[in-house]
């Protein structure tokens, strides 16, 4: 017997147009769900808020990955002391004073001239220009929905599209839309190759000090450098990434843009976010580590 959905305790919420209020108070419920989805990774946070508002947003989607994503995990490794990317687990939120830095990296890259197609291309997606002291008191009153002193992605990007998003609506949306078991299955299938170019880029680091010391000890290393990527590390990432594309193009072709609540005919969540960012993903891990054309 399909288990039986419980419509979401919205009390608390007025059933107002996205956008049109972005500090109405959350139920408890809401509130325990939006703080859930505010713990996970930056990346399941956009894609959180990309099935949620994907027919008003999907024009963004490539800044929101590409500049956005990129620029808060770039603070988070600021903050973390992180300078190597794959030595870096990627986090949820960031405390206010390391907020003002996303803020500010982010501003300098949409205000860079050879960055100037960003401002045309994705208008809605241009960050404010605000003092450091104006910024901190948005972030405090408006932006920190659950009160806790720190930025989740999920956070900003509601904050950033409040032209149409709000909290209180962004949880009306998504409670009780559940992820796809094969959305799932190639989500982290995709999470296995992070873990293999990890692998890969640690022995590479390794070597790469290695072949810098003098003697036998040196020319091994330079040597193994220079055998890497016909080695089992490479072999152990190309299989990976195999295994998630091919996850990634089962649930495209059966489930993108399709609603889940764990069965038949329940609940109206769009997966189309999920499926153009895992797509995405894929895309820029094959462009780095997949075979190269010659």
Not at 57 to 67: D, L, T
Request: net charge neutral; hydrophobic share 35%; aromatic share 12%.
């Amino acid at each position: 017997m399909a288990e039986t959905k419980v419509a979401p305790n919205l009390t608390g919420i007025e059933q107002t147009k996205a956008g049109q209020s972005f500090t109405e108070k959350l139920s408890a419920e809401a509130m325990e769900f939006f703080c859930n989805v505010a713990k996970l990774p930056f990346s399941q946070q956009a894609v959180h808020f990309l099935n949620a508002y994907w027919a008003e947003i999907n024009k963004e989607a490539e800044f929101i990955y590409s500049v956005g994503w990129e620029t808060i995990k770039y603070a988070d490794m600021h903050c973390k002391g992180v300078q190597l990317v794959f030595k870096y687990d990627e986090g949820n939120d960031l405390d206010f004073d390391i907020a003002l830095y996303f803020y500010e990296q982010l501003c300098k890259f949409c205000e860079d001239p050879k960055n100037k197609n960003y401002a045309t291309t994705y208008p809605i997606s241009q960050p404010q220009m605000l003092t450091a002291l104006k910024r901190k008191q948005e972030l405090r009153e408006k932006v920190d929905v659950n009160f806790d002193g720190r930025v989740s992605f999920l956070e900003y990007l509601l904050y950033q599209y409040k032209d149409f998003a709000n909290p209180a609506d962004f949880c009306t949306r998504s409670m009780n839309h559940d992820e796809h078991p094969e959305i799932k299955k190639a989500r982290l299938a995709l999470e296995e190759v992070n873990k293999r170019i990890r692998a890969y880029e640690e022995e590479k680091a390794r070597l790469t000090e290695e072949s810098k010391l003098p003697g036998v000890k040196g020319l091994g290393a330079t040597n193994m450098l220079a055998q890497i990527d016909s080695g089992p590390l490479k072999e152990q990432l190309n299989f990976a990434l195999i295994s998630a594309e091919a996850a990634v193009r089962t649930a495209s072709k059966k489930y993108g843009g399709a609603a889940y609540s764990g069965g038949a005919g329940e609940g109206a969540g769009s997966s189309a976010g999920a499926i153009w960012w895992m797509n995405r993903d894929l895309e820029e891990k094959k462009k780095r580590y997949g075979p190269q054309k010659k």
